[in-house]
């Protein structure tokens, strides 16, 4: 066990359920792959389409082409943070796997017994200070800014509990606060398999349209999407 793991998926997704559903499996996965006609692995338009653009219109496409490659979202997708977790496919852009991901920042997948959930971390808003109208009060503010500040250090020297990422010990697993980033039914679902991709397995779930996703949420082994489909299935 990993003490530096955040508090398990399952845990985190239930607060989000309806009254009539359960969960059956729920897994942590940010990083996504594209194996998606028309894109790259990365989910960015694939340069090879500048080709079949015609020379009157070949710059624009290609400021276009460079505007979706420089876009900081896509920071979320390809190899740079790892192997993909969940890779997006689909014969063509625009379809519902696709759809349901882009943009939407989910981190953590949860398959109920009515849908997928995709949820993500709710990032609070920084705290915005009231400006100081009076030159006493800015004194104030100061002397309350030197004393926080002494107080936060003698906390840091003092405090000898060890860390795990965002855990401390003796205390409770950090809980982060999810929101529902995108959802989908389980009628648009047309059905679950373990298959392989570059020769490793993975759980697919191919939806209505032929589009779908290879999930994998970090793990090699055969046997853990065994379990995970017969999760799915109700079966384990």
């Given at each position: 066990?990993?003490?530096?793991?955040?508090?398990?998926?399952?845990?985190?997704?239930?607060?989000?359920?309806?009254?009539?559903?359960?969960?059956?499996?729920?897994?942590?996965?940010?990083?996504?792959?594209?194996?998606?006609?028309?894109?790259?692995?990365?989910?960015?338009?694939?340069?090879?389409?500048l080709?079949k653009?015609?020379s009157?219109?070949?710059?624009?496409?290609?400021?276009?082409?460079?505007?979706?490659?420089?876009?900081?979202?896509?920071?979320?997708?390809?190899?740079?943070?790892?192997?993909?977790?969940?890779?997006?496919?689909?014969?063509?852009?625009?379809?519902?796997?696709?759809?349901?991901?882009?943009?939407?920042?989910?981190?953590?997948?949860?398959?109920?017994?009515?849908?997928?959930?995709?949820?993500?971390?709710?990032?609070?808003?920084?705290?915005?200070?009231?400006?100081?109208?009076?030159?006493?009060?800015?004194?104030?503010?100061?002397?309350?800014?030197?004393?926080?500040?002494?107080?936060?250090?003698?906390?840091?020297?003092?405090?000898?509990?060890?860390?795990?990422?965002?855990?401390?010990?003796g205390?409770?697993?950090?809980?982060?606060?999810?929101?529902?980033?995108?959802?989908?039914?389980?009628?648009?679902?047309?059905?679950?398999?373990?298959?392989?991709?570059?020769?490793?397995?993975?759980?697919?779930?191919?939806?209505?349209?032929?589009?779908?996703f290879?999930?994998?949420?970090?793990?090699?082994?055969?046997?853990?999407?065994?379990?995970?489909?017969?999760?799915?299935?109700?079966?384990?």
């Amino acid at each position: 066990m990993n003490l530096a793991d955040p508090l398990g998926a399952a845990t985190q997704a239930r607060p989000h359920l309806r009254p009539d559903e359960t969960v059956l499996w729920a897994a942590y996965g940010s990083v996504l792959g594209y194996d998606v006609r028309g894109l790259d692995e990365f989910g960015n338009p694939a340069k090879g389409l500048l080709r079949k653009v015609g020379s009157g219109l070949a710059d624009f496409a290609g400021g276009v082409v460079d505007a979706a490659l420089s876009d900081e979202d896509s920071g979320s997708s390809g190899t740079a943070q790892g192997p993909p977790a969940v890779v997006v496919f689909g014969d063509r852009p625009g379809l519902l796997a696709e759809s349901l991901v882009r943009g939407s920042g989910a981190s953590l997948w949860a398959l109920t017994t009515a849908r997928l959930v995709l949820l993500r971390v709710v990032v609070a808003p920084e705290p915005v200070e009231e400006p100081e109208k009076s030159l006493l009060g800015k004194a104030i503010g100061f002397g309350r800014g030197v004393a926080r500040f002494g107080k936060d250090v003698a906390e840091i020297v003092t405090d000898r509990r060890k860390t795990y990422g965002d855990n401390h010990e003796g205390e409770p697993v950090a809980r982060k606060d999810f929101e529902v980033a995108a959802e989908l039914p389980r009628a648009r679902i047309t059905g679950f398999a373990v298959a392989q991709r570059d020769r490793k397995p993975g759980l697919r779930m191919s939806l209505v349209d032929g589009s779908g996703f290879d999930l994998r949420f970090g793990a090699d082994e055969p046997e853990a999407f065994e379990w995970l489909l017969a999760r799915t299935n109700g079966a384990a």
